[in-house]
Protein backbone atom coordinates (compact mmCIF):
# COMPACT_ATOMS: atom_id res chain seq x y z
CA UNK A 1 0.00 0.00 0.00
CA UNK A 2 1.90 3.25 -1.19
CA UNK A 3 1.37 5.80 0.84
CA UNK A 4 1.78 9.83 -0.06
CA UNK A 5 4.02 10.55 -2.97
CA UNK A 6 5.01 14.21 -3.99
CA UNK A 7 6.55 14.79 -6.85
CA UNK A 8 9.10 16.16 -7.86
CA UNK A 9 11.85 15.91 -5.11
CA UNK A 10 13.23 18.95 -5.41
CA UNK A 11 13.17 21.98 -7.68
CA UNK A 12 14.80 24.98 -8.63
CA UNK A 13 12.96 28.43 -9.68
CA UNK A 14 13.72 31.97 -10.56
CA UNK A 15 12.29 34.66 -8.73
CA UNK A 16 9.30 35.87 -10.46
CA UNK A 17 8.11 32.21 -11.95
CA UNK A 18 5.40 29.38 -11.39
CA UNK A 19 5.56 25.97 -10.00
CA UNK A 20 3.36 23.57 -9.50
CA UNK A 21 4.05 20.54 -7.31
CA UNK A 22 2.18 17.31 -7.07
CA UNK A 23 0.83 15.23 -4.20
CA UNK A 24 -1.12 11.74 -4.21
CA UNK A 25 -2.94 10.31 -1.30
CA UNK A 26 -2.83 7.08 0.92
CA UNK A 27 -4.55 4.81 -0.53
CA UNK A 28 -8.09 5.09 1.02
CA UNK A 29 -7.48 9.04 1.83
CA UNK A 30 -9.52 11.90 0.23
CA UNK A 31 -8.37 14.80 1.62
CA UNK A 32 -5.43 17.07 1.05
CA UNK A 33 -3.58 19.59 3.25
CA UNK A 34 -0.52 21.19 2.32
CA UNK A 35 1.88 23.03 4.44
CA UNK A 36 5.19 25.14 3.68
CA UNK A 37 7.96 24.90 6.11
CA UNK A 38 11.01 26.99 6.21
CA UNK A 39 14.24 26.00 7.28
CA UNK A 40 14.64 25.39 11.18
CA UNK A 41 10.32 26.19 11.78
CA UNK A 42 7.62 23.99 12.41
CA UNK A 43 4.54 23.17 9.36
CA UNK A 44 2.76 26.39 7.96
CA UNK A 45 -0.98 25.12 7.04
CA UNK A 46 -1.46 26.61 3.39
CA UNK A 47 -4.62 24.99 2.22
CA UNK A 48 -6.85 21.70 2.89
CA UNK A 49 -8.64 20.07 -0.39
CA UNK A 50 -11.51 18.14 0.60
CA UNK A 51 -14.24 17.01 -2.99
CA UNK A 52 -12.58 19.40 -4.65
CA UNK A 53 -12.92 22.04 -2.67
CA UNK A 54 -10.71 24.50 -0.42
CA UNK A 55 -12.01 23.38 2.67
CA UNK A 56 -9.97 25.89 4.83
CA UNK A 57 -7.18 28.51 4.01
CA UNK A 58 -3.84 29.35 6.15
CA UNK A 59 -2.31 32.84 6.19
CA UNK A 60 -1.51 32.60 2.40
CA UNK A 61 -1.43 35.00 -0.47
CA UNK A 62 -3.54 34.54 -3.39
CA UNK A 63 -0.36 33.74 -5.01
CA UNK A 64 -0.29 30.00 -3.38
CA UNK A 65 -3.58 27.95 -4.94
CA UNK A 66 -4.22 24.97 -5.34
CA UNK A 67 -6.62 21.79 -7.22
CA UNK A 68 -8.33 18.57 -6.14
CA UNK A 69 -9.02 16.10 -8.75
CA UNK A 70 -11.32 13.15 -8.75
CA UNK A 71 -9.10 10.75 -7.81
CA UNK A 72 -8.05 12.58 -4.53
CA UNK A 73 -4.12 13.91 -6.27
CA UNK A 74 -3.71 17.62 -5.43
CA UNK A 75 -1.71 19.94 -7.33
CA UNK A 76 -0.28 23.24 -5.19
CA UNK A 77 0.45 26.21 -7.84
CA UNK A 78 2.46 29.30 -6.69
CA UNK A 79 2.95 32.18 -9.20
CA UNK A 80 5.13 35.09 -8.97
CA UNK A 81 7.76 33.43 -6.85
CA UNK A 82 9.81 35.10 -4.24
CA UNK A 83 12.80 34.43 -2.51
CA UNK A 84 10.63 33.74 0.28
CA UNK A 85 8.85 31.12 -0.91
CA UNK A 86 12.24 28.35 -0.80
CA UNK A 87 10.66 26.08 1.54
CA UNK A 88 9.84 22.37 2.22
CA UNK A 89 6.21 22.02 1.06
CA UNK A 90 4.74 18.83 3.00
CA UNK A 91 1.68 17.63 1.66
CA UNK A 92 -1.00 15.25 4.20
CA UNK A 93 -3.85 12.84 3.42
CA UNK A 94 -6.35 11.66 5.87
CA UNK A 95 -9.66 10.80 5.73
CA UNK A 96 -12.52 12.68 7.00
CA UNK A 97 -14.57 10.78 9.00
CA UNK A 98 -17.47 12.81 10.88
CA UNK A 99 -16.94 13.20 14.69
CA UNK A 100 -13.54 11.76 14.70
CA UNK A 101 -10.35 12.86 14.90
CA UNK A 102 -7.97 11.91 12.42
CA UNK A 103 -4.23 11.48 11.49
CA UNK A 104 -2.43 13.16 9.00
CA UNK A 105 -0.15 10.38 6.70
CA UNK A 106 3.14 13.16 5.40
CA UNK A 107 4.88 12.66 2.12
CA UNK A 108 8.27 13.09 1.94
CA UNK A 109 8.31 16.63 0.50
CA UNK A 110 9.39 19.04 -2.29
CA UNK A 111 12.20 21.21 -1.40
CA UNK A 112 11.59 24.31 -3.46
CA UNK A 113 14.30 27.20 -3.77
CA UNK A 114 13.84 29.77 -4.97
CA UNK A 115 16.95 32.18 -6.53
CA UNK B 1 1.27 33.12 15.86
CA UNK B 2 1.53 29.75 16.09
CA UNK B 3 -0.63 27.55 18.47
CA UNK B 4 1.74 25.50 19.72
CA UNK B 5 5.05 25.74 21.25
CA UNK B 6 7.64 23.15 22.01
CA UNK B 7 10.17 23.32 24.45
CA UNK B 8 13.19 22.86 24.66
CA UNK B 9 13.81 24.67 21.22
CA UNK B 10 16.66 21.96 21.47
CA UNK B 11 17.97 18.57 24.05
CA UNK B 12 20.84 16.37 23.89
CA UNK B 13 20.97 13.04 26.02
CA UNK B 14 23.15 10.03 25.74
CA UNK B 15 21.59 6.97 24.38
CA UNK B 16 19.70 4.88 27.14
CA UNK B 17 18.31 8.49 28.97
CA UNK B 18 14.94 9.57 28.90
CA UNK B 19 13.81 12.44 26.72
CA UNK B 20 11.12 15.03 27.63
CA UNK B 21 9.35 17.20 25.33
CA UNK B 22 6.97 19.73 26.06
CA UNK B 23 4.56 21.99 24.39
CA UNK B 24 2.20 24.48 25.27
CA UNK B 25 -0.95 25.96 23.43
CA UNK B 26 -3.12 29.11 23.61
CA UNK B 27 -6.97 27.93 23.10
CA UNK B 28 -9.03 24.82 23.80
CA UNK B 29 -8.23 22.07 21.48
CA UNK B 30 -9.91 18.71 20.56
CA UNK B 31 -6.74 16.74 20.48
CA UNK B 32 -3.12 16.89 20.21
CA UNK B 33 -0.77 15.11 18.63
CA UNK B 34 3.08 14.67 17.88
CA UNK B 35 5.09 14.26 15.30
CA UNK B 36 8.88 13.19 13.83
CA UNK B 37 10.67 14.56 11.54
CA UNK B 38 14.08 13.17 10.65
CA UNK B 39 16.37 15.52 8.77
CA UNK B 40 14.10 17.75 6.54
CA UNK B 41 11.94 15.12 6.01
CA UNK B 42 8.88 14.34 5.81
CA UNK B 43 6.57 14.07 9.28
CA UNK B 44 6.30 10.63 11.08
CA UNK B 45 3.01 10.47 13.15
CA UNK B 46 3.50 9.41 16.66
CA UNK B 47 0.27 9.60 19.18
CA UNK B 48 -3.07 11.42 18.69
CA UNK B 49 -4.46 12.16 22.31
CA UNK B 50 -7.73 13.82 22.32
CA UNK B 51 -8.63 16.42 24.48
CA UNK B 52 -10.60 14.43 27.20
CA UNK B 53 -8.07 12.30 27.67
CA UNK B 54 -4.81 12.41 30.26
CA UNK B 55 -2.64 10.29 29.25
CA UNK B 56 -1.50 7.81 25.78
CA UNK B 57 1.61 5.16 25.90
CA UNK B 58 2.86 3.74 21.97
CA UNK B 59 5.71 1.64 23.27
CA UNK B 60 8.46 3.98 24.41
CA UNK B 61 6.51 7.00 24.17
CA UNK B 62 4.14 8.59 26.92
CA UNK B 63 1.99 11.18 25.93
CA UNK B 64 0.48 13.95 28.62
CA UNK B 65 -2.44 16.01 28.41
CA UNK B 66 -3.10 18.73 30.87
CA UNK B 67 -6.01 20.90 29.32
CA UNK B 68 -6.40 23.26 32.63
CA UNK B 69 -2.71 24.00 31.75
CA UNK B 70 -2.83 23.93 27.77
CA UNK B 71 -0.03 21.69 27.60
CA UNK B 72 1.31 18.33 26.82
CA UNK B 73 4.51 16.72 27.22
CA UNK B 74 6.51 13.85 24.97
CA UNK B 75 8.33 11.16 26.89
CA UNK B 76 10.49 8.98 24.99
CA UNK B 77 12.11 6.50 27.37
CA UNK B 78 15.48 4.57 26.98
CA UNK B 79 16.46 6.85 23.80
CA UNK B 80 18.18 5.32 21.15
CA UNK B 81 20.69 7.09 18.29
CA UNK B 82 17.78 6.72 16.22
CA UNK B 83 15.37 8.71 17.77
CA UNK B 84 17.88 11.38 16.95
CA UNK B 85 14.95 13.74 14.98
CA UNK B 86 13.02 16.89 15.26
CA UNK B 87 9.53 16.56 17.42
CA UNK B 88 6.46 18.74 16.95
CA UNK B 89 3.15 19.00 18.65
CA UNK B 90 0.28 19.67 16.54
CA UNK B 91 -2.78 21.11 17.59
CA UNK B 92 -6.35 20.43 16.13
CA UNK B 93 -9.14 22.97 16.95
CA UNK B 94 -12.21 20.91 14.61
CA UNK B 95 -10.83 17.06 14.43
CA UNK B 96 -10.92 18.20 10.76
CA UNK B 97 -7.48 19.50 10.35
CA UNK B 98 -8.67 22.92 9.43
CA UNK B 99 -7.31 24.55 12.56
CA UNK B 100 -4.32 22.25 12.56
CA UNK B 101 -1.08 24.19 13.66
CA UNK B 102 2.43 22.82 14.17
CA UNK B 103 4.87 24.47 16.71
CA UNK B 104 8.69 25.06 15.98
CA UNK B 105 9.89 21.96 16.92
CA UNK B 106 12.51 20.42 19.52
CA UNK B 107 15.29 18.99 18.00
CA UNK B 108 16.44 16.16 20.34
CA UNK B 109 19.99 14.48 19.83
CA UNK B 110 20.80 11.44 20.78
CA UNK B 111 24.33 10.39 21.43
CA UNK B 112 25.82 6.92 21.16
Known amino acids: DAGVTQSPTHLIKTRGQQVTLRCSPKSGHDTVSWYQQALGQGPQFIFQ???????QRGNFPDRFSGHQFPNYSSELNVNALLLGDSALYLC??????????????FGPGTRLTVT | SQQGEEDPQALSIQEGENATMNCSYKTSINNLQWYRQNSGRGLVHLIL?????REKHSGRLRVTLDTSKKSSSLLITASRAADTASYFCATDYDNYGQNFVFGPGTRLSVLP
Open chain 1, 49 to 55: YYEEEER
Open chain 2, 49 to 53: IRSNE
Open chain 1, 92 to 105: ASSFRTSGEPYEQY
